[in-house]
């Protein structure tokens, strides 16, 4: 299973103060009049409008501020995190929460002190702030800090992961694996989906544009269906369910019940949606492994390279880059959706949603990586292969041909302990070294499987036993032997 995320305590190095215009001085206390700066700086200015837009009644909410900011060595991206108090619509069943707003992944004094200015045209900074809207508790007359920590976490990963290439910005669809309750109690919302905050619309500020993107906490059970299908689905669910997030997609850390609990409708729904539409999920890092089966192999002239057994970190990077190509469609940032099957890192938490609109590719000329495809040595074809798999990853084959291949898109199992590489294609996939005559190809220890179109409704039905996982025993053997392939499914622990 997935290792979770550092341990969430209160926020280092920040206090929760009532609000005044920051300013370079000490950060969250005001200045004395004759010291008072002529202006705000226009970046922070612009949110704040946008919050008083709907907050007039609280010009001086409770913000939580780094005490050390991160542009003068302090640890955490966010400068000020603002509190404000929403009575909800009662009439539409919306209950009263407290409402998050981050200050600090948007550029917010356009002087380079933390973002490289980019002009008005495109975004600023990272393009996007974190919002979150949490249930009050009864009798609650104060927001909790917990989720001033969880947003300063999840903006230390985007400034660590995305500085250089903006790889790792959070986008409505996107959804992120935690694997522990957001406040850190014994409560079921233990992962998060992205959306666009219902009433912080976006904004443009003299550095460029913002958007707003909500956090809204889901259960594991929640979290899988939006992996298995895609993010927006799932957000639209939520909505139509009130005790599950309602019209205002609100965070209730006190929900026990999942929204298939509530309503056992929906998981039909969910697997209508991957039957239609496919899934987004793109994926997942796994304990994995394949060879060339002996009968091809010995067909191998002997002067040719044997294949390396350990992908390289510059490899890795190479892996992703080319699978990233085309994948982003008009979605413009992120990286492919890898999941969980086995020992992910904390930068494979976070599951971009992609744009489906255009064709799959493994390489495309307009991405601005710039990996040539003979940096990962040269290909090389099987006519056998065997895979094998762990048995938590190796359940996610029927959705892999099902939700993926079925729809002309791709598919990787990486290996955690970087020995090797698995994708799965199509044969509308463009860009992939396997072809229809050639169906299994590597590239060092990256290997790609093409399963034909009329080869895949076999591999379907054969692999549908793989999602009852309470009944499956392993170690367990798929051998297609005229099409050279055989699939090995063992236990977690190998």
């Given at each position: 299973m997935?290792?979770?995320p550092p341990?969430?305590s209160p926020?280092?190095?920040?206090?929760?103060?009532p609000?005044?215009?920051?300013?370079?001085?000490?950060?969250g206390m005001p200045m004395?009049?004759q010291?008072m700066?002529?202006t705000?700086p226009?970046?922070l200015?612009?949110i704040?409008?946008a919050c008083?837009?709907l907050?007039?009644?609280?010009?001086?909410p409770?913000q939580v501020t780094?005490?050390?900011k991160?542009w003068l060595?302090g640890?955490?991206?966010?400068?000020?995190?603002?509190m404000y108090?929403?009575?909800g619509?009662?009439n539409?069943g919306?209950?009263?929460?407290?409402h998050y707003?981050s200050?600090?992944l948007?550029?917010?004094?356009g002087?380079g002190?933390?973002h490289?200015?980019?002009?008005p045209e495109?975004?600023?900074g990272?393009g996007?702030e974190l919002?979150?809207?949490?249930k009050?508790e009864t009798?609650?007359?104060a927001?909790?800090?917990?989720p001033?920590?969880?947003?300063?976490?999840?903006?230390r990963y985007?400034?660590?992961?995305?500085?250089?290439?903006n790889?790792?910005?959070?986008?409505?669809g996107?959804?992120v694996?935690?694997?522990?309750?957001?406040?850190?109690?014994?409560?079921?919302?233990q992962h998060m989906?992205?959306?666009?905050?219902?009433?912080l619309?976006s904004?443009?500020?003299p550095?460029?544009?913002?958007?707003?993107?909500q956090?809204?906490?889901v259960?594991?059970e929640?979290l899988q269906?939006a992996?298995?299908?895609n993010?927006p689905?799932i957000?639209?669910?939520?909505r139509?369910?009130p005790?599950?997030?309602g019209?205002?997609?609100l965070t209730?850390?006190?929900r026990?019940?999942t929204i298939?609990?509530?309503?056992?409708?929906l998981?039909?729904?969910?697997?209508?949606?991957?039957?239609?539409?496919?899934?987004n999920?793109s994926?997942?890092?796994a304990?994995c492994?394949?060879e060339?089966m002996?009968?091809?192999?010995e067909?191998?002239e002997e002067?040719?390279?044997?294949?390396?057994?350990?992908?390289t970190p510059h490899e890795?990077?190479?892996?992703?880059a080319e699978?990233?190509r085309?994948?982003?469609?008009q979605?413009g940032?992120?990286?492919?959706g890898?999941?969980?099957?086995a020992?992910?890192d904390?930068?494979?938490?976070v599951?971009?949603?992609?744009?489906?609109?255009?064709k799959?590719?493994l390489s495309?000329s307009g991405s601005?990586?710039?990996?040539?495809?003979?940096?990962l040595?040269?290909?090389?074809?099987?006519d056998?292969?065997?895979?094998k798999?762990?048995?938590?990853a190796g359940?996610?084959?029927?959705?892999?041909?099902r939700?993926?291949?079925?729809?002309?898109?791709?598919f990787t199992f990486?290996?955690?302990?970087?020995n090797?590489?698995?994708?799965f294609?199509?044969?509308r996939?463009m860009?992939a070294?396997a072809d229809?005559?050639h169906?299994?190809a590597?590239?060092g220890?990256?290997?790609?499987?093409?399963?034909?179109?009329?080869?895949l409704?076999?591999?379907i039905?054969d692999?549908?036993?793989?999602?009852s996982t309470e009944?499956?025993?392993?170690p367990k053997?798929?051998r297609?032997r005229?099409?050279?392939?055989t699939?090995?499914?063992?236990p977690?622990?190998?």
């Amino acid at each position: 299973m997935e290792s979770g995320p550092p341990h969430l305590s209160p926020v280092p190095g920040t206090e929760a103060v009532p609000h005044h215009h920051p300013h370079p001085g000490v950060p969250g206390m005001p200045m004395p009049p004759q010291m008072m700066p002529m202006t705000t700086p226009v970046g922070l200015q612009a949110i704040y409008q946008a919050c008083r837009r709907l907050y007039a009644d609280q010009p001086n909410p409770l913000q939580v501020t780094a005490v050390v900011k991160y542009w003068l060595g302090g640890p955490d991206p966010l400068d000020y995190i603002s509190m404000y108090s929403n009575p909800g619509d009662p009439n539409r069943g919306i209950p009263a929460h407290w409402h998050y707003v981050s200050f600090g992944l948007s550029d917010l004094y356009g002087d380079g002190r933390v973002h490289e200015y980019t002009g008005p045209e495109g975004p600023s900074g990272f393009g996007f702030e974190l919002t979150i809207r949490l249930k009050k508790e009864t009798g609650e007359t104060a927001p909790p800090t917990w989720p001033a920590a969880l947003m300063q976490t999840l903006a230390r990963y985007v400034f660590q992961s995305g500085e250089e290439s903006n790889q790792n910005v959070l986008c409505a669809g996107d959804h992120v694996s935690w694997h522990n309750a957001l406040d850190s109690s014994e409560s079921r919302i233990q992962h998060m989906l992205m959306a666009e905050d219902p009433l912080l619309q976006s904004i443009m500020s003299p550095m460029g544009t913002i958007n707003f993107i909500q956090i809204i906490g889901v259960t594991a059970e929640e979290l899988q269906a939006a992996q298995r299908w895609n993010g927006p689905g799932i957000l639209e669910l939520l909505r139509n369910v009130p005790v599950a997030g309602g019209p205002w997609l609100l965070t209730d850390m006190r929900r026990g019940e999942t929204i298939f609990e509530k309503d056992p409708q929906l998981q039909e729904v969910v697997e209508r949606g991957i039957e239609t539409e496919g899934s987004n999920l793109s994926g997942v890092s796994a304990k994995c492994s394949w060879e060339e089966m002996e009968e091809s192999r010995e067909e191998r002239e002997e002067s040719e390279e044997t294949v390396r057994q350990r992908i390289t970190p510059h490899e890795s990077e190479q892996i992703k880059a080319e699978l990233r190509r085309g994948l982003m469609g008009q979605h413009g940032s992120g990286a492919a959706g890898f999941g969980t099957g086995a020992g992910a890192d904390f930068t494979d938490h976070v599951n971009h949603n992609t744009d489906r609109e255009r064709k799959d590719s493994l390489s495309s000329s307009g991405s601005t990586e710039e990996v040539k495809p003979g940096e990962l040595q040269r290909s090389q074809t099987m006519d056998a292969v065997h895979i094998k798999i762990n048995k938590e990853a190796g359940t996610l084959l029927p959705l892999v041909m099902r939700g993926r291949l079925k729809h002309g898109r791709h598919f990787t199992f990486k290996d955690v302990s970087g020995n090797s590489a698995i994708t799965f294609v199509s044969p509308r996939v463009m860009g992939a070294i396997a072809d229809e005559s050639h169906p299994y190809a590597s590239r060092g220890p990256w290997l790609q499987v093409l399963i034909p179109e009329d080869f895949l409704e076999a591999v379907i039905k054969d692999l549908e036993e793989l999602s009852s996982t309470e009944e499956l025993v392993v170690p367990k053997q798929y051998r297609w032997r005229e099409k050279g392939l055989t699939i090995s499914i063992l236990p977690d622990d190998w």
